[in-house]
């Protein structure tokens, strides 16, 4: 007797912690996994500033009373407003290797987006590109990143029948922290007086957390033309200060300034904390503090969050400023391996790595679909 697949929208606290504990469940012997903190996910889901212009709603997946799968959709109105879409998202998606129910999870979604008189389905992506974004499609045998999600094989596999097509993909490099080349230290020191551009002093958090602002603004003028980039509110750049820059470390971050003390170029790491995150298992309390700590002062790998300049010093060369700073800065932490954020296939900027000690280890995709053939009957 096939057995009845029961999609459930979460309503109450209760099915909100099931939605945000489930993965823990199905990788709970995976070592690649990195479980995102619970008390982070619910805020996420309940109070990120993202929710006054995008509407959400969550979904788990029953069989026999117990939880088989979660998702969500989300409908981003400023994003398909300004960028002239009828896209409803899918994010938070995790399922046991079980295409029924995946296919479920998916008609849901769908369902609710037509309702809306959306014409795609797209994802994963949460809010923005500023959150996790990209399933995982080559690179299942290295731990995840924290600013990355971490999917079985049979993900992509499902998304492949149900009939979704690859819209870009995403690679992540593993740099081998090496001494800082000659070449490196010579073009920034050239690109600097050529154009006037310098490191501006980060003396304590009060000033990072003061010039947290200027630093966004030129994410959201270099980011400008990066897929699923919409600019930043005032309210999302409160919420990144408060919940990124807060616990940055300072010789980690670079900002660069003009001669004119005009913020036009960042570039912010922090020693990686999946293994950390790993140990913690979901919960601050009451170890995961102190594996929290001890990963942010005794590393061995760091990884690469944010960079960016502004679009009029594009293909000058400045960044080797920043980059050669925080080279330094990774050497005297005692780093061995720096692991770069998501980077887009085509981006050019990229092409840096090839000067380096790199490797690929990941490729990520977010998909695109037309929901009129999205059902599937068999």
């Known amino acids: 007797m096939t057995q009845i697949i029961e999609i459930k929208e979460v309503k109450s606290n209760e099915d909100l912690k099931r939605f945000i504990q489930f993965p823990r469940k199905i990788y709970k012997t995976c070592p690649y996994y990195v479980p995102a903190l619970d008390k982070g996910e ?64 998916f008609e849901t979604v769908e369902d609710w987006g037509k309702s809306e008189g959306l014409e795609e389905i797209c994802g994963p992506s949460r809010y923005s590109n500023m959150e996790k974004q990209g399933m995982l499609v080559d690179g299942f045998d290295h731990i995840t990143s924290l600013g990355a ?33 000659e070449r490196i230290s010579h073009i920034a020191e050239l690109v600097g007086q050529k154009y006037h551009v310098r490191l501006r002093e980060i003396k304590d958090k009060a000033q990072l957390k003061k010039d947290g602002y200027a630093f966004l603004e030129v994410l ?44 036009v170029g960042i570039a912010m790491s922090i020693p990686s904390l999946n293994q950390a995150f790993r140990k913690a298992n979901g919960h601050l309390w009451p170890f995961g503090m102190f594996h929290l700590l001890h990963g942010l002062h005794h590393n061995k790998n760091v990884d690469l969050l944010l960079t960016g300049v502004l679009p009029e010093y594009l293909h000058t060369g400045i960044h080797a400023i920043y980059h050669k700073q925080l080279h330094e800065a990774f050497l005297r932490h005692g780093f061995e391996y720096a692991y770069t954020s998501q980077q887009l296939e085509n981006n050019i900027a990229a092409r840096i790595w090839q000067k380096y000690d790199a490797e690929i280890i990941s490729r ?10 999205l059902r599937i009957d068999n």
């Not at 994003?79 to 899918?90: A, D, H, T, V």
């Not at 990520?364 to 053939?373: A, N, P, S, W």
């Open 149 to 181: 999600e971490y999917n079985y094989p049979y993900y992509p596999e499902y998304m492949d029948l149900i009939g979704f097509e690859k819209e870009v993909d995403y690679l992540q490099y593993k740099v081998k922290v090496t001494p800082v080349s």
């Open 220 to 263: 959201n003028e270099s980011y400008h033309d990066i897929f699923n980039f919409i600019p930043l509110t005032h309210e999302e750049m409160t919420w990144i200060i408060d919940e990124n820059l807060s616990v940055g470390v300072l010789d980690l971050i670079s900002f660069l300034e003009d001669e004119n003390g005009r913020l």
């Open 42 to 105: 619910e805020k996420l889901l309940t109070k990120h500033p993202a929710l006054a212009f995008c509407d959400l709603r969550m979904w788990l997946a029953f069989r026999n009373d117990e939880v088989v799968g979660r998702i969500a959709g989300i409908i981003n109105r400023r994003c398909n407003e300004i960028k002239g879409q009828k896209r409803i998202r899918f994010a938070w998606f995790d399922v046991i290797e079980d295409f029924e129910v995946t296919k479920k999870l």
């Open 364 to 373: 990520r995709r977010c998909y695109v679909k037309r929901m009129d053939d």
